[in-house]
């Protein structure tokens, strides 16, 4: 007997004949012996349908006490989906309760439309689950210590759910989703990816936008924080599948110091973004405060930045480059022209280029294999794709290319590290 907590989002929320199978799946664990706490989403669509009726009538720049409220439209959605849910599991002869956020509660800060969590009271849930009952509790939403409803950001059920597991120490917390698990790499790009039957927290996190597809990257950092195992598996398989089968689908989030990271792959998966621009100042003195000098205004600037490198002097002088978010690129330039550019001296100019893209390899088993990013660079090599930038950390080494390689390169890279077999 186990505590599990089950999340399902809003496409297996969807109707009520899909909440009545949701009811069915919760009821078997139920009945397998398993303690079990719910915590769903809104009914797909309901969120968007929300927050645009919010919208009608918020202005352009919208305040604390407009996003106050909007937070406390938008909860509504799954405080439907919980009361349905609870009824769908009595019907099934179950005895259910559900409780809104504040209810349990689940404290967070004030930050409106994007509030973190702070604690969660467990007590009630654990007497509960005690009693016998199923207990369900609403995703995506909290309360503050002002007691305002919030809500944690779109997506947020899935933080909810791995917070919830992580307060009532629960066993596992199984996300339900419409993909099978996480994967080698985007399976539209490459066939032949590999759904992984497990990827450490930290592989996730540098996969993001592979991993964040699937599940809003913040339950990841929780799962990571407090050690809960949770897994991503399939909503789309009938309710009735074999329940020692659906514990065992799916991929599962581990961490380091689990014994099943033994076996782990030198390289895990490959990530790629397109969202990436570049830009370069060239011809910039090589003296102290430099980079600070470029890149202080561009953080003052609200402006993120990645990739950085910094060429080797010539006669005094040295290029500078980094990468921003493509949707930075304008601003970025504005800023190193207006406010940088000016202090640096004579013949210093601007370069930018929006056609880039970058792409990773991520594994923790890099820390302990020499030559990998060597590796990665013949694979490229050999198809004849030129490397503008190289960034590494402890475990993902990135490349930045010219943006007509993306795929080319991921394809590469997928079979170099022979990512398509299966690991044992
Ligand atoms: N209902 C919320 C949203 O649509 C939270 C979630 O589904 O995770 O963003
Ligand atoms: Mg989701």
Redesign the pocket.
Known sequence: MALIVHKY??TSMGSVERISNVAKRVAKWARAGHKMVVVP??MSG???RLLGLANELTPEVPNERVLREMDAI?AT??QVSVGLLSLALQAEGMDAVSYAGWQVPVYTDNAYTKARILSIDGTKVLKDLDAGRVVIIT??QGIDPQGNVT????????T?AVAVAAALKADECLIFTDVDGIYTTDPRIVPEARRLNSISFEEILEMASLGSKVL?IRSVEFAGKYHVPTRVLSSFTPWDIDINEEANSGTLITFEEDENMMEQAVISGIAFSRNEAKVSVLGVPDKPGIAYQILGAVAAANIEVDVIIQNTSKEGFTDFSFTVQRGDYAHTMEVLKDQVVPHLGQGVSLEGDTKICKVSIVGIGMRSHVGVASDMFRALSEEGINIQMISTSEIKTSVVLDEKYMELAVRALHKAFNLEEVKK
Request: charged content about 20%; aromatic content about 4%; glycine content about 32%.
């Open positions: 989002g809003g989403s809104a309901e969120t968007n938008a959605g799954e995703g995506f809500t944690l950001g779109r997506g947020g059920s899935d909810s809003q």
